[in-house]
């Protein structure tokens, strides 16, 4: 089940990769593919977060470990090479890839299980969840922007 779920995310980013035109389309695709599987397949999200965690508070990961290693590190390389492309064509001000890859990682997927936990995933749409992540994402939330 938590391989699913890994896989599932290295496939929605692959798709955003591929469909994304620009690095705002990129992030608005992957967000919603995540949301949409993450809706669809709740239990084996909250598997997942909680497998994470639990293995990251003993610090004692199990065999399984690079095999899920691998997966995020495929995510995150995706993630960095269209970072580094949206800063290159001036789509997005310089950040450090590796940082904001983990910044989005733990803005959005905690958003999610949280919205699961609280049985709020369908308070909105998911292209408003979606909407509301990549606003913040890109023009912050700030009123003078």
């Not at 990129?26 to 909680?50: K, V």
């Not at 990251?56 to 290693?69: A, W």
């Amino acid at each position: 089940i938590i391989e699913d779920v890994l896989v599932s995310n290295l496939e929605a980013i692959k798709k955003a990769d591929g469909e994304g035109k620009n690095f705002e389309d990129f992030i608005r695709i992957y967000t919603r593919e995540m949301f949409g599987y993450c809706l669809e397949n709740q239990e084996a999200f909250i598997l997942l977060a909680e497998h994470y965690i639990n293995q990251m508070k003993v610090n004692n990961f199990n065999k399984d470990r690079g095999e899920f290693i691998e997966y995020i590190h495929q995510t995150n390389k995706i993630m960095q090479t269209r970072i580094i492309k949206g800063i290159s064509e001036n789509e997005i001000i310089k950040v450090n890839p590796l940082h904001f890859s983990i910044l989005y990682q733990n803005m959005v997927f905690p958003f999610i299980l949280d919205l699961i936990y609280h049985k709020q995933i369908e308070s909105l749409s998911i292209d408003e969840h979606v909407a509301m992540l990549t606003e913040i994402i890109f023009k912050g939330i700030s009123k003078d922007n």
